[in-house]
Structure formats: C-alpha cells, structure tokens
C-alpha cells in the first residue's frame, strides 16, 4: 500500500525538526504553495498522533548550550535553504509544460505564417489560398490556447470543493500510528451525505474515502499522489498541463487534442507542399532552404501523428464512457490479477470467465452527449456544460447515471458471493469444531 506526500512529509518534519511549531511557521513562510495544498488539519493530525517507538528520535542533551543554538541556527538556515530550492523546482515544472506548449504553438504560427504562407503567396501566386490558411489557421491557434489554458485553469474537480464530502472527524478513527496508511476504517464512518451522492458499493464493508483528504470519494473518484488531493471522475494526471484530467476538464482535453490533431495536420500539410516543391522544381539550386520550414515539417508531422493516435483512443474511452483509469482496470482484470472485483464477471456453461460489461456504459449517443454536450455546437467550441453545484446532480462529478442490467447483475453477483463466502466460513468453523470434538 503506498505512503502518500502527506506522510513523507511528516518523516522530513520528524528528522529534522523538534518543535513542530517552528518548522510548520518556517515552512509556511519559505514555500507559501505547497503549505497551502496541505491543509492544517493534516499537518496537525498527523503531528498530533504519537511517534511510534521504533521511529522515534532519540534525543541527545548538549553539555554546551552555545553550541547547540549555533547548530539549530545553522539546521534552519540549511533546512530554509533546501526549502527553497525544493520550491523554485517545484514553481519550474509545473511552468515548464506550460512555456514549452505556448512557445511551440507561438512559433509554428509564426513559421507557418511567415515562412510557408508567404511561399505560397508570393512564389505560387496563390494569395486567396495563402489568406484563407492565415485566418483557418490563426483561429485554430487561437482556439488551441484557449482550450490550453481553460484545462489548468477550470482543473479536474475534487471532493474536497465540496464542503458536504469533507469529514471532519475523520481523526478518531484513524490509526494512532502516522505511518500506517489508512485507507479503510476499522469502524465504518457512518453513511456519505444521501441526500447529495449516491456511491455504489458492491460487496464491500464500508463506504469509500480517503483518509488523505479527509474526504468521501465518490464513484470513479482517484488519489492523485502529485496533487496530493482526490480528482473526481479521474481520467489521469498530464505532464503536458502539470494538472489532473478529471470530470471538469475532460471535455475541453479531448477538444483540445482534436484541435492540436487538426492543427498540426493543416500545418503539416501545408509545409509539406512547400517543400515538395521546393525539391520538384529544384529551388535548391537558387536558394537556400529554410531551416524554420524543415523543423516545422518534422515537428508538425510528430504532432499530427502521434496527437491524433491519441486523440483518437480518447474518442473511443468517451464512447464506451471509460475513463483511462478505468480502462487499465478492465484490461489488468481480464489478464486475471485482480481479485477483488469478482463481482463484475459470470461464466458461461463451459466455465470461462466473462466480463459483465461497464457499469456506466449508456450506449454511444447517450455517453458522448454526457461528456461533451447535447449538440454539435458544444461538442465544436469549448463551452462549459458542468456545474460546480452541490445540487446540480449529474453535472457536479458526484453522481453517475448506471446501465440498470449491469447494475442489476453486479449486485446480483455481490449478493451470491456473499452468500458463498458465508457458507464457506460455517462449512470451516463446522470442520474445526468436529476436530476439536474427536481430539477430546
Ligand atoms: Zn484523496
Ligand atoms: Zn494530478
């Protein structure tokens, strides 16, 4: 079970620190950002929770107090210094996606209008030709940015916006020991809030949380260990957009992307006649070619390729309403590794195992309309269709219309199993009692 952020941090906290106090304002004061992702409630509650014995630190005591406030002095300053490069590297690659996406759509603009349109324009006579792939071309960038943007600023969604999901007295059910990681209560939390959310829970003791958020987690909601929070509806976490694809942004990715296809497929086009005349009519003898005009060409050709392969794949995970989580689930499932989701198979009568089908899965129509809007016009042009309402039911991330068959037989199938499991646990406690007798 993996350890998140948060618990790696209160290690560094413990090693190089006595007074929580003191480190929490130093850290607060030299990295504003990364304090702010983490609560105080988690910072104190794990602060809180006794040190296990094995880990504690033992604690030496300096003959020379002179010395020893000289050294805390100096541990501060080093640690005061670590933190600050550990922020300027944390501030440099959540921008450095961000610059390198904008300075290669700002410098293949700039390339192709100056270098391959104008081509087109003045050697080729074409000057309507040139003008239409100006305007086509400028608007696609324009729209390309826009998206760009929009994806990181309206971000993926978390239960955690919503005050309603968050559990307050999450504490006192949690392990004392803070290095356990505690994903499961003991004692179940009581019911999520009903009247907002309705999680589905097949064959499980207790409803989903995360104990690092101090949050319920609805259906097809992950832990993103980079963000250090839950996303809603999960899709992944992008290095291109240094934020998490989730219920909010999923729609203007999969535009994005659509753009960026079209985009760099119009350039690459484009650059490519160029250049095929260019060779054809052996210009090469008069003038030398340019090296913007040659970079484009790759460059547009990569992205059309490899863009579009993806873009793509992603159409087909809104058709089938996956998310890419949960697509990697059903894969690694039917491989046979996960044990844990029985429930979500049948077999036939010569005894192979069968997937039951998605539980999302409304058919084509009704999937893509849910994720990219009911018309044409919202599924061309990045228009918001969420809602960042508690109420607003199926538009908020919390809640997700099912396929009533499927539904029906995973609970059907959860049902069984239990029932089995029950039988099997009497038939042992049985057997064990009967051994015990003849043994007496
Ligand atoms: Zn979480
Ligand atoms: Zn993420």
């Known amino acids: 079970m993996s350890v998140g952020k948060t618990y790696h941090l209160s290690c560094y906290i413990r090693q190089y620190c006595k007074n929580y106090h003191e480190c929490h304002q130093s850290w607060a004061q030299s990295r504003p950002h990364t304090t702010a992702s983490l609560s105080t409630k988690q910072f104190s509650r794990i602060h809180a929770a006794p040190l296990p014995h094995s880990t504690r630190i033992p604690i030496t ?95 993926a969604g978390s239960p955690t916006d919503y005050h309603e999901l968050r559990i307050e007295d999450l504490n006192q059910y949690n392990s004392s020991n803070p290095y356990d990681s505690v994903t499961q209560p003991h004692d179940p939390l009581g019911n999520p809030p009903v009247e907002v959310m309705t999680i589905h829970n097949f064959g499980k003791s207790g409803y989903r949380y995360c104990s690092k958020c101090a949050a319920w987690k609805p259906d097809r909601a992950h832990h993103c260990s980079r963000e250090n929070k839950c996303i809603l509806r999960m899709d992944h976490h992008c290095p291109w957009f240094a934020v998490c694809i989730g219920f909010f942004n999923q729609k203007f990715f999969v535009q994005f992307l659509c753009y960026i296809a079209l985009y760099a497929t119009i350039v690459c086009v484009d650059t490519s006649v160029v250049l095929y005349k260019f060779f054809s009519q052996e210009l090469y003898n008069d003038e030398i070619i340019s090296l913007n005009l040659v970079a484009l060409f790759v460059v547009s050709l990569a992205f059309a390729v490899s863009v579009s392969i993806f873009a793509g794949f992603l159409i087909y995970l809104v058709l089938c309403n996956y998310t890419t989580i949960e697509f990697q689930e059903r894969r690694w499932n039917y491989s046979g590794n996960a044990t844990e989701q029985t429930f979500q198979y049948q077999f036939d009568d010569r005894g192979t195992k069968q997937k039951l089908g998605n539980i999302y899965d409304l058919g084509y129509v009704k999937n893509w309309k849910s994720i990219m809007g009911p018309n044409w016009f919202h599924w061309l042009f990045p228009i918001t269709l969420t809602n960042h309402s508690i109420h607003a039911k199926l538009l908020n991330g919390i809640n997700f219309e099912v396929n009533e068959e499927v539904y029906e037989k995973w609970c059907y199938n959860a049902q069984l199993q239990d029932q089995l499991n029950q039988q099997l646990a009497n038939y042992r406690a049985r057997n064990r009692r009967e051994a015990s007798d003849e043994r007496a």
């Not at 501030?91 to 270098?115: G, M, N, R």
């Not at 003008?131 to 929009?150: A, E, G, I, P």
């Open 61 to 155: 005591r300096r003959s020379k107090p002179s010395n020893h406030s000289h050294q805390t002095t100096l541990s501060m300053f080093r640690r005061t210094a670590m933190a600050r490069v550990e922020s300027a590297c944390s501030i440099i690659s959540s921008l450095f996606p961000k610059v390198a996406c904008s300075a290669i759509l700002t410098w293949s603009l700039w390339a192709v209008l100056f270098k391959v349109n104008d081509r087109i324009r003045q050697q080729h006579q074409q000057p309507k030709l040139a003008r239409f792939l100006d305007v086509s071309l400028l608007l696609m960038y324009l729209l390309c940015m826009y998206t760009y943007y929009k994806i990181i600023v309206v971000g």
